[in-house]
């Protein structure tokens, strides 16, 4: 399986890939806390990545953050080839597009499958955000910010400019 076909998983099938671990951990909740197994790890078994949740005294709420998590750590950590001359933005992709923005906050699904359309355009393109910018009809500033929204994906674009012995992104002042 790609990460591509990953991204767009719906729960159901991305569980069914994953081991998820319940455990007790620290943090607020005083006598319950230390009573149940409210944090919850899942482990996406094909790649071994995984992503934790623990800050909420709610198993199912901690299960929904790790779900979520774990899809922004797949997103950022599987490249796909892109073929830069024969690219055209997804369906899905314009459908989040309007007026020079991306229109997908944290908690929309097409968030993490953008992040990992951003970042495997970076990679196509030798790591040029304008580039990236071009080919997703948007203005160079909006995959920036787009990027510097979110910690990790920051990291990951500027571990694949580092890859290709490019200096890293700025952040904008």
């Known amino acids: 399986m790609n990460g591509r076909s990953i991204r767009f ?3 159901e099938q991305l569980l069914a890939e994953c081991r998820v671990d319940t455990y007790r951990g620290s943090g ?3 006598q319950k806390r230390n009573k149940t197994s409210n944090s919850i790890r899942v482990t996406h078994l094909p790649t071994g990545i995984s992503a934790i949740a ?3 005294r709610s198993q199912a ?3 929904m953050r790790a779900i979520r998590r ?3 750590k797949l997103a950022v950590e599987l490249r796909e080839p892109v073929d830069p001359l024969h690219w055209e933005p997804p ?3 314009v459908s989040i597009r309007h007026h020079g923005r991306i229109d997908a906050s944290y908690r929309h699904p097409y968030y993490a499958p953008t992040a990992g359309l951003i970042l495997d355009l970076l990679k196509a393109v030798h790591g040029s955000p304008a580039d990236v910018g071009v080919m997703l009809g948007v203005p160079t500033t909006t995959v920036i910010r787009f990027l510097e929204n979110e910690p990790m ?3 990951a674009a500027n571990r694949i400019r580092a890859e290709l012995g490019l200096p890293a992104l700025r952040h904008r002042e």
């Open 9 to 11: 998983l719906s729960e």
């Open 28 to 30: 607020p909740g005083g």
């Open 54 to 56: 623990e800050e909420s």
């Open 61 to 63: 709420e901690n299960r």
């Open 70 to 72: 774990l899809r922004l």
């Open 91 to 93: 369906d899905w992709f």
């Open 153 to 155: 994906f920051w990291t």
